[in-house]
């Protein structure tokens, strides 16, 4: 069960970087997030009453809440509805196809321990990373290097929710803390971006260099 | 225990104050107050320590203690904010068209966050403490509202964002390094250090996301890239706040994940990776000093290169420590002299760039004055305590017989000495057709007492350590090298 | 060596008294006798041999001329080009006839004080504000400086032939001749023809310089001299004449043999100063002035035949 | 009085010197005056009462984390060295009261805190008694004279002076910092403590050798650390030209004499190179000094040839306790001893004239001079004793250290040490470019006629100055006629440097002689010349004989550039000068007025490290690139630092 959850992300990931749209990538990511944040209940642990409704309130900021406020902020800001990446899309799913490898390739010199043998975990948080990193790095807009850092995020709480079950509480709470926290701040800066420039195309913020 | 909570509860009461706070102007005195009394609790707390409270805890599960490096890097921390704090007042006097309430209300969280990094003994408190002081930093940074600050403060946000993301997916993996030994779960230091070595590839692993992580909030090359467009787009005391206070967590932080990965038996591979990123921040800054036209970013580049010092330093284990500590402690305090005398001079000539900035001296003289001795502190002369330091780490260098490691930091030295002092001698002396400033603009107390008194700082530790600061060093360097005795028993 | 006691005074008596004499009455006359040799040559009868001391007596009784631009430095040059000259000569042996004063490194001194003359002169020259004396003294100053290695490398060869804890001093470095020629004849021989060399441009002979040549661009020491009248010239030429035999006894104490008997070694130094100016008159008749530019080639070249001297000697 | 307190007085009184200046402007010069005038004295009581009873001083305080605690040690080693300070910052200070007026420089009473604090920093360095005091010492002491250097900052020239200065005075500095950290790890502590062969020899102590090697070189202004000298003596006021050139440099030679005692036997490389170093030193800088038409350049260079003097003195020292012949030792050893005094002195005396003359005419170019002698009589004749000591001309005081260098020379080349004949050489050749190159300086200042209307133009100085120039050429000339009652000090300090044993100066007896040639010369001469002014009584003035030409005029006097000329064509090949051609223009037969000029320059910087220099920028300029001003690069980075170190750590 979970690792079916752990193999549906790593094939959002392909959708991410697939989306030429950029509501489409949000919801894709919302969608990753709502999926990851399901993953505490198939793992079958004994959680508890704290425990479920942590995970429902990280469903909810993760799949609702964060989603929502990129695509209000996106409806407000953005002009263009192109995702407009560095390089094209099938080059971008060749390179997450070989990122996924390496993260496979990783997580196989990772020694797991006894109750987690065989666990796409590994593989499937660091596939996402690599994911976001790659949305982070090829996504010329704003908004989807807010995204990418999203879908970064996932990847993190992938590890987090699935193999460091002993500090669920922990996790989740400094997880979803950061998140908000951190797409809020983007939010606001993207706000002024917006109005420096009246874009959010990053190719504007290059004035800064050597 | 009541100074411990002072130091976290102290700075969120003052940012409330200043939240509430109507007047712009009478607003920043806030700061002031808040940076003699923080100060006060700190020295309390760290006497304290010595009173035996040590082993006194807050909070139940060990997760927030003074140990001997925090109390290091917290005094920092505290005289830092004193010193920017009284800068302050006098600086936004002269920036009054532009509202202050969210930059010192900034200010005081930042403040409370960092305290409790230095305080925290549990890697995810300290990573969420960190997290919130970098979210903290950015409307800081965007103080001036225009295209060139938005611009840093979005790479800042994007690239230290990213950053701290993998050091929280560092602090993942060394927890499960301990599951995959089959141990308990902890995340705080001393329970962590009490397994012994663990599974080799996770700690490793966990190593290189944890050094990522926060070598990206110290900047080391190449992943300081942020530094040089935040730093020379946030106003002086920003810059010097980040220069000096950010970057002292971070190496809190890596110091302490250093010492824990030693305890767990990949000492040696955490010193190796150290060393090459050290040795490459400081190439790197070396190559971006040579003929720098912009003096602050010129600022950011010694900062990448005191990170680079830093980590060959924590590369050469407990034995170079104290040196480590007391560079620490001393770029902190020259850097806020000059950022805070760089930020007159850039205000006063409406410019950062030479040769648009040219015979500071003439105009400011003892802005300028400040910021020529301020490169030269920075630039480990002695009797500055920057020089002792630097010495303290040769010294560590020969000690462990690291000779490449030596000739490289002393190469990379003598370029960034040539490069620093073109461009400082270029901005300080020589002749200027600038106008003489407006009053407001000009030297006065108000906005010269402050670095003066980091440079004193820097000077007086140059000559002469406390000996309560020494014992300080001494015991950080014991609990160090008692990972080393860990280590050596199977 | 040491100082020499009182009561040794009189036994050294004849010996400084005979030196004293040779150094100060004789040198004129070794310009006479070259003016002769070069007549002699040119088949001409030539002025009387004593013609020297005649100018010079003529000279000090004449009234003098000075430049307007000229300062007290102008009236040093004369002074110093006779002090410097005599002091030198009085640690110079000639041949056997031991100086009056011999010290360890007399040698240093001699050479230093025969800079100082050199200096002297020329800053009078320049003191004249002369276009042409500024060219002989810049002349002067360069040629001077190129003979300065091979009159050290040629005391370095002689030192070489020093016995174990001798005393380095001119006496003991020229005593130490007649062996060199014996171990190294090829060795001495490149040396004492540098020191030939460094005797002709140090003293301004053809091929180095024309003392006789009336066209000022071409002249060294003679145009730096333009200026001077009555004493002070009488001084300079004075003085000049005495540099000659000092360096004279340099290159004599090479080559001559030595007896141990004063008045003989007395005859054999005077005898080989009187055919050193004999041969310098030769070579005075055989020879064309060299072209300016070609006299550092010279120079170094005798610096080189010293310093291959210099080899021969020590690998003996 | 112990020699410690007397010296850490001395540094007090120097230090403090210019403080009161900053209160009461008006008493300023002459209250520095005194101060610097106690200061000196008390550090020439110092350096003859630590000749004979070195001592010690070290305070209480806790030590920092390298164990300092900031201590003094006069002993032999430094007794000459702080005689020399003491000498040159008494006249140095009384100079200045005349020099540098405040009516003419705005900043002088920061000018003479600087001074104090240089003179103070120096006197530390000096007076040391460890290798940190030692550090900061030298630190205090090149800082202050950057700052002197920026005293005209506005002037391009001077800053790019200021700044190679600090520059290069930084790359000494790390280099000592390192040495610093492996002799703390080698002997550990800071104090001068013997370091045995064994020690010295192993890998760090060859490193830490070579690095205090360099760092003392660099100091000292030995080719090829020799960039930074010229311009920054030419730019400095010249009272400080003469500190920085007196004593200053000196402190490079310091460090290697105190580091040399420390040695147990130094290996031969070590006085291989700083033997070799210094015979390049003496033949380049004099060639260089020939070239040059800037007084104070000209001056600058001569500082590198006699640093080059001082250095084959101590090269053939350290070969000879290499070689274990106590003869070399001594003679070299010596010989650079009282070179370090006499260069102090002659070459102060030196600059204070041409700072005298800068100060009347307005120009350092000496082709823009002339004539001066008639015009300022005591600057000319204090100067032109200063140019025969320098010259090593008997009777002054160059002559005798000379003399005991040469004599080291002669006994190496002639005891086995075959290389000393090479320095011989150079020596010689120096002596010869030495003296033509003085001639030139002083002749074409101060003699013939005045070549523009400023020199022209120009007024004898202020008493003060006079004073002071006149009080170092007395010790010129005392020092050349008084070698023997030098030579007990001598053997003092000589054996100072030595860790063990003694050595003994052998029949410098023959010093005497030099003293009485010294008088025979003087007494003649005086003789001759009263003779020689009676029998010229009368004379007749006229115009210099003109070889028959109608018109001439001061512009047709030989020039510097001409005067160096036969000499500079022999060795050209070691010189660099940049040639500006004219232009002609208007046609062959009235060509309209055209100008020709030629700068010397120095080719070790501008063959050689210029060109690396740029060739460092230039590459780092192509690394701009990677700060393009892309987040999404800056990103890319860290993935890609995160890749490659996550790969290394699983490799």
Redo the contacts between chains.
Sequence with gaps: MVDLLLALVMLLNFALLGSGRIRVLIRTAALQGMVISALPLALGHELGLRGIVLALVALAVKGILVPAVLLRAFDKLAIKREVEP?IGFVASLLLCALGTG?AVL?GR?????PE?AGSLAVAA?LAT??AG?LL?????K?IT?ATG?LV??N??GI??LT??G??PF??ET??L??LV??VF??VI?MN??HR??TTLD?R??????? | MIAIALLLAAPVLAGLVAMLVRSNAKRPWVLPALGVVHVAAALAAIAGRADGHAHDPLVASLWIRLDAIGSVVLLTLSVLFLIISWYAPGYLAARSERPNRLLIVCSCLFLALASLATLSQHLGLMWAAIEGATLACAPMIYFNHNPRSIEATWKYLMVGGVGLALALLGTFFLAYAAIASGKPVELTYEALAAHGALSEPWVRVAFVLLLVGYGTKMGLAPLHTWKPDAYGEAIGFVGALLAGGMTSVAVLALARVVGLVDLLGQGEFARQALTVMGLLSMAWAAAFMIRQTDIKRMLAYSSVEHMGIIAVGLALGPVALPAVLLHLVGNAWAKSALFLSAGNIHRAFASKHIPAVSGAILRLPVSASLFLIGFLAATGTPPFSLFLSELGLFKAAAATASWWTAGIFLACLVVIFIGFSATVVAAVLGDTDAPEPEPLLGDSWRTTAAPFAGLGLVLVLGLWLPAPLKALFDEAQEDARHGRVLEAQP | MTWIEPADLAAHAPRILAHLAVLLVLPPLLLGLIAKVKAFFAGRVGPPLLQPYYDLAKLLRKGTVFSRTTTWVFRLGPVAGVVTAVLAGLMVPLGGVAAPISFTGDLLLVAYLLALGRFCTILSALDTGSAFEGMGASREAAYACLAEPALFLGFVALALLLPEGAQLNLGNLLAASPGGWELAAGGMALVAAAWMVVLLVENCRIPFDDPNTHLELTMIHEVMVLDHSGPPLGLILYGASVKLAVIGMLVLGLILPRSGHLAVDLAVGVGGLLGLAVVIGMIESSMARLRLLRVPALLVSAALLAGFGVILLAVR | MDAAVLALAAIACAALSGVPGLRWRKQGPRLAAIGLGLGGALAVAAGISALFAPARLGTAAEGVMAGWRGSLLVDGISSVFLIACGLVAGAVGLYAVGYWRDAEQPAAPWTRLLAGLLVAGILGVFAAGDLLTFLIAWEVMSLCAFGLVATKHREAESRNAAWLYLATTRAATLSLIAACALWLQLTGGPGWSTLSTAVAGSAAGVTMLALFLVAFLIKAGAVPGHIWLPPAHAAAPSHVSAIMSGVLIKTGIYGLCRLGSCLEAPPLWWGGIIFGLGAASTLLGVIWALGSHDLKRLLAFHSIENIGIILLGLGLAMVGRSLGDPLLVVLGLSGALLHVLNHALFKSLLFLGAGAVDHACGTRQIDRLGGLARRMPTTAACFLIAAAAICALPPFNGFVSEYLVYLGLFHGAVGGWTWALAGLVALALTGGLALACFAKAAGIVFLGEPRTPAAARAHECSPSERAAMAMLAGCCLAIGVGLPALVPALQAAANASLPTGTVSLPSLDAGWYVTLAAAVLLAGGLLLWRWQQRAVQGAGATGTWDCGYAEPTARMQYTATSFAAPLAEQVAGVMLVERHRPQLAGGARFPATASFSDHPRDPVLERFLRPAAEAVAWLARGLRVVHGGWVHLYLLYVALTFAALLLWSLA
């Excluded at chain 1, 010199?109 to 321990?113: F, G, M, T, V």
């Design positions: 560095f390496f990783i010199h990772l020694p797991l321990a987690h948080s990373v690599m990193f982070l790095i090829t996504r010329l704003a290097q850092y970064l995020e990847g993190i590890f987090g193999l460091v002993g500090v922990l996790v400094t997880l803390l950061d926290a951190g701040v983007m800066v002024h971006i420096a420039f990053t504007q913020l290059t004035a800064l260099k050597e």
